[in-house]
């Protein structure tokens, strides 16, 4: 017998928080490549996608998921190993097993409207739905849980935890604060720019910056102007700076080095889920 033309194509599930998408299938690709490679350069190649933009995709997945989904590690293969987590695999277990569904769902949709007087062909269906997600260019979110809530006259200053050993101060209008509904133990994105972080290659400074996080730069990526410096943190989490090429060269920045990430908690954005 042969075989039924699908009129769809193959249908492409995601799932996207409010200010941008967590899982979509390059994704998932992405985390089957490191799972069978160990080394997310071999898995970058083997999809193909570019190193940076498979870094950047692993550091967000990490940001946002609440538990850890990748592992980095120096000294295995290639010069360092990249590992899945258990929490991984069973995420992308969960989610082939919904594409499997999300597609016999559409195909259903897509006859049931074929039957309809007032047909509408599905894939403009689709466009519309997926036009209608709010993506943000931000790189820097970070999934914490509100631990502390201070009201002052003007402004609320909200302490996320975001991992075991991680804190960020957010620093907000009152308005803003009643706006989102702000709640001990309220589950918050916290979203920073990257040009809004200054880089300290000294601990012995003095810093008045209300966030003041130590890390290790894991990743220079040069520009003509300014360079992009991804910074790991703890729990996992990660930070990209920008910083100019002239302030790279005078900080003597090498991959491994210890730093001190600094931001003020007005420059942080709270977002809540729906």
């Given at each position: 017998m042969?075989?039924?033309?699908?009129?769809?194509?193959?249908?492409?599930?995601?799932?996207?928080?409010?200010?941008?998408?967590?899982?979509?299938?390059?994704?998932?690709?992405?985390?089957?490549?490191?799972?069978?490679?160990?080394?997310?350069?071999?898995?970058?190649?083997?999809?193909?996608?570019?190193?940076?933009?498979?870094?950047?995709?692993?550091?967000?997945?990490?940001n946002?998921?609440?538990?850890?989904?990748?592992?980095?590690?120096?000294?295995?293969?290639?010069?360092?190993?990249?590992?899945?987590?258990?929490?991984?695999?069973?995420?992308?277990?969960?989610?082939?097993?919904?594409?499997?569904?999300?597609?016999?769902?559409?195909?259903?949709?897509?006859?049931?409207?074929?039957?309809?007087?007032?047909?509408?062909?599905?894939?403009?269906?689709?466009?519309?739905?997926?036009?209608?997600?709010?993506?943000?260019?931000?790189?820097?979110?970070l999934?914490?849980?509100?631990?502390?809530?201070?009201?002052?006259?003007?402004?609320?200053?909200?302490?996320?935890?975001?991992?075991?050993?991680?804190?960020?101060?957010?620093?907000?209008?009152?308005?803003?604060?009643?706006?989102?509904?702000?709640?001990?133990?309220?589950?918050?994105?916290?979203v920073?720019?990257?040009?809004?972080?200054?880089?300290?290659?000294?601990?012995?400074?003095?810093?008045?910056?209300?966030?003041?996080?130590?890390?290790?730069?894991?990743?220079?990526?040069p520009?003509?102007?300014?360079?992009?410096?991804?910074?790991?943190?703890?729990?996992?989490?990660?930070?990209?700076?920008?910083?100019?090429?002239?302030?790279?060269?005078?900080?003597?920045?090498?991959?491994?080095q210890?730093?001190?990430?600094?931001?003020?908690?007005?420059?942080?954005?709270?977002?809540?889920?729906?």
């Amino acid at each position: 017998m042969a075989k039924k033309n699908n009129p769809m194509g193959a249908a492409k599930l995601s799932f996207s928080a409010d200010i941008g998408q967590f899982l979509t299938d390059n994704r998932i690709r992405l985390l089957d490549a490191i799972g069978e490679y160990g080394s997310l350069s071999a898995a970058a190649r083997s999809l193909p996608m570019s190193y940076k933009a498979a870094w950047d995709a692993v550091n967000a997945m990490n940001n946002i998921s609440d538990k850890e989904l990748v592992i980095r590690s120096t000294g295995g293969r290639n010069g360092g190993g990249t590992q899945l987590t258990p929490y991984a695999k069973k995420l992308i277990n969960m989610y082939r097993a919904m594409e499997v569904e999300y597609q016999r769902s559409l195909e259903r949709l897509h006859q049931a409207m074929a039957d309809s007087s007032e047909a509408m062909d599905i894939n403009d269906f689709r466009r519309l739905m997926t036009r209608l997600h709010f993506n943000s260019s931000a790189r820097n979110q970070l999934l914490g849980v509100v631990s502390s809530i201070t009201i002052g006259a003007v402004s609320v200053i909200v302490e996320l935890k975001v991992g075991d050993r991680l804190h960020i101060s957010a620093a907000i209008p009152k308005e803003a604060a009643e706006s989102l509904d702000i709640q001990y133990g309220q589950e918050l994105l916290a979203v920073v720019n990257s040009s809004q972080m200054i880089l300290h290659a000294n601990e012995t400074f003095k810093l008045s910056a209300d966030n003041q996080l130590k890390g290790i730069v894991r990743h220079i990526h040069p520009g003509a102007v300014c360079s992009d410096i991804n910074v790991e943190l703890s729990d996992q989490k990660s930070l990209d700076i920008t910083i100019t090429e002239e302030s790279c060269a005078e900080l003597g920045l090498v991959i491994g080095q210890p730093i001190i990430v600094s931001f003020n908690a007005s420059s942080v954005i709270l977002c809540r889920y729906e």
